[in-house]
Nanobody
């Protein structure tokens, strides 16, 4: 059974940092592009960052650019989301998702950040930014 598991969420003060991890059971992540998404209460799920299978190409949403960084360690079967300079608006449940087909890379700012390419989803991890 293919399963994604997120970890690393928690409560952090504004300006703080967290690193989320996405691991897989039942398959190896290096065959999949990975995206991180988040959903705040009352809001739609939005794409935060994505990374190609090789890890050579990434994309980040404008709202997190310069603060969040997606990376992957295929040897550890793990994808990370390093989150720095956290703001209360970053409070949400964070999900990772895996896409079997290669992401379509374009000049558009939001390539890879829509939900359509992704086939498998984790259960999410809560991130709360509050003083």
């Amino acid at each position: 059974q293919l399963q994604l598991v997120e970890s690393g969420g928690g409560l952090v003060q504004p300006g703080g940092s967290l690193r989320l991890s996405c691991t897989a059971s039942g398959f190896t992540l290096d065959n999949y592009a990975i995206g991180w998404f988040r959903q705040a209460p009352g809001k739609e799920r939005e794409g935060v960052a994505c990374i190609t299978r090789s890890g050579r190409i990434t994309n980040h949403a404008d709202s997190v650019k310069g603060r969040f960084t997606i990376s992957r360690d295929n040897a550890k079967n793990t994808v990370y989301l390093q989150m720095n300079s956290l703001k209360p608006d970053d409070t949400a449940i964070y999900y990772c998702a895996a896409a079997q087909k290669p992401l379509i890379i374009s000049t558009g700012r939001r390539w890879g950040l829509g939900m359509d390419p992704y086939d498998y989803w984790g259960q999410g991890t809560q991130v709360t930014v509050s003083s």
